[in-house]
C-alpha cells in the first residue's frame, strides 16, 4: 500500500500532449483550462479548489464529512508527506472488509 515508487505514485512526469492524447484529459475543469493558463500557481490552486467542491457531494453528511477535503488539502500542500488522520484509521476499522478480515 506504501509503494512510493509505483508509476502511479509519481507526478508531473506526463507532457500535456501526453494527458490530452494518451489519457483523453481534454475538458479537465469547469473554471479553467490548466493547458493554456498562463500561471502554473494559479491553475494548481484553482484545480485543488474545485477538486475540494467537487468532493463535498460524496461526504456531505456524518463523521468523516470533513476527511475528503483534509485528504485533498494535503495533497496539496503535503508536499510528499505521508497522510495521516484519525478519522481514516476509524474509517478504515469500520469497513466492512477489515471486518471480514478479523473474523476470517
Not at 18 to 42: C, F, G, K, N
Not at 64 to 88: C, D, E, W
Request: proline content about 4%; aromatic content about 12%; glycine content about 4%.
Amino acid at each position: 500500500m506504501d509503494d512510493y515508487c509505483a508509476p502511479d505514485m509519481l507526478y508531473g512526469d506526463l507532457s500535456a500532449e501526453v494527458l490530452r492524447q494518451q489519457y483523453h484529459l481534454r475538458d479537465v475543469s469547469a473554471r479553467i483550462d490548466p493547458y493554456t493558463h498562463p500561471s502554473r500557481e494559479e491553475s494548481v490552486r484553482i484545480l485543488f479548489d474545485e477538486f475540494r467542491n467537487l468532493s463535498d457531494m460524496f461526504s456531505f453528511y456524518g463523521n468523516y464529512k470533513s476527511l475528503a477535503r483534509t485528504m485533498i488539502s494535503h495533497m496539496q500542500y503535503g508536499n510528499g508527506a505521508v497522510f495521516s488522520h484519525p478519522l481514516l484509521d476509524q474509517a478504515m476499522a469500520e469497513h466492512s472488509s477489515m471486518q471480514n478480515s478479523l473474523n476470517a
